[in-house]
């Protein structure tokens, strides 16, 4: 049974840091584009990052300069680097992967989430 485990949240100061993981396991025979999105009370969930397979990145303007995504595929996880954090930042994040499991019929895959806050 394929599953994503993200850690790394907590509660920063404004202009803090954080590093977000998110290991992917369970029967996993290729993992090709990975990503981070958010969702903060009150909003739609909101696509953060994604990273492919062989590296090209995407992010939202609104984390451009600041955050960070990054893969190891050997260990099947993913990072977001979080710098220069803002208020606006706090959010439930949820890590996703495109997965081609033990079943052969590739699906994308969520993890539960990691809460962020950004608080002084």
């Known amino acids: 049974q394929v599953q994503l485990v993200e850690s790394g949240g907590g509660l920063v100061q404004p202009g803090g840091s954080l590093r977000l993981s998110c290991a992917a396991s369970?029967?996993?025979?290729?993992?090709?584009?990975m990503g981070w999105h958010r969702q903060a009370p009150g909003k739609q969930r909101e696509l953060v990052a994604t990273?492919?397979?062989?590296?090209?990145?995407n992010y939202a303007d609104s984390v451009k300069g600041r955050f960070t995504i990054s893969r190891d595929n050997a260990k099947n996880t993913v990072y977001l680097q979080m710098n220069s954090l803002k208020s606006e930042d706090t959010a439930i994040y949820y890590c996703?992967?495109?997965?081609?499991?033990?079943?052969?019929?590739?699906?994308?895959?969520w993890g539960q989430g990691t809460q962020v806050t950004v608080s002084s």
């Open positions: 369970g029967g996993i025979l290729w993992i090709n584009t």
């Open positions: 990273i492919t397979r062989d590296a090209i990145t």
């Open positions: 996703n992967a495109d997965i081609l499991g033990l079943g052969a019929v590739p699906k994308t895959y």
